[in-house]
């Protein structure tokens, strides 16, 4: 089955600074990468995703990057803020099950005022 | 609220005891699944339903969890003589099932804390 790796587990940085946060993922079937932020006992929430026909999406401050040869795929938050502070997933679905989202094992991301 | 509605959102629970968990899909979505979430960790993947079939279990789904969605809406989630190590947060989550990669949402959990 697919396995998903991402770092770092724990990412601090200072506002306005940029952050970056990488998966690597193993089934080449894999189609869509989607990342999910996550609030202390909050829901994940869908931040940006990405299928694979396309190489990089961007979203005002949030951008994601595919390379499908290297499978691996990289969120990059710009000017980041205090407010941006929480858990982020990034998951691997696709194949012969499209709707089974393998996650990664999160990064904590602190911006620091 | 037309998001992922589950319910309830936190229950403690005795070891041997039998708990349910009810998810609500948001309404136009026909695909439905179940995750389990512990400290620290990513979502797991447990179950999920297209319409009314359950379409696909984790071998973290053992004998004592079962999953129904038997008109293709709601689900449950039943965990039979529970364990300590069942205590997480269990996630429902829904999408339409239009070929690969539809958004996935996800309700705000199902809190299972096992004494």
């Known amino acids: 089955g697919e396995n998903v790796e991402q770092h770092p587990s724990t990412l601090s940085v200072q506002e306005g600074d940029s952050a970056v946060i990488k998966c690597t993922y193993s089934d080449s079937a894999s189609n869509y990468f989607p990342w999910y932020k996550q609030e202390l006992g909050k829901r994940p929430q869908l931040i940006i995703d990405i299928r694979s026909n396309v190489g990089e999406k961007k979203d005002q401050r949030i951008a994601v990057t595919l390379n499908k040869t290297a499978k691996h795929f990289s969120l990059h938050i710009t000017e980041t803020q205090p407010e941006d502070s929480a858990v982020y997933f990034c998951a691997a679905a696709g194949g012969t099950s499209y709707g089974k989202l393998t996650f990664g094992q999160g990064t904590i991301l602190t911006v620091h005022p | 609220d037309t998001g992922v509605s589950q319910d309830p959102r936190h229950k403690i629970t005795k070891r041997g005891q039998n708990v349910t968990f009810r998810c609500d899909p948001i309404s136009e979505h026909n695909r439905l699944y179940w995750y389990r979430q512990t400290l620290g960790q990513g979502p797991e993947f447990l179950t999920y339903?297209?319409?009314?079939?359950?379409?696909?279990k984790s071998r973290l789904l053992s004998d004592r969890f079962s999953a129904e969605r038997p008109k293709g809406s709601f689900s449950t989630l039943e965990i039979q003589r529970t364990e300590q190590g069942d205590s997480a947060m269990y996630l429902c989550a829904s999408s339409l099932a239009q070929g690969a990669g539809n958004t996935i949402y996800f309700g705000e959990g199902s809190w299972l804390t096992v004494v």
């Open positions: 339903f297209q319409n009314e079939a359950q379409l696909e």
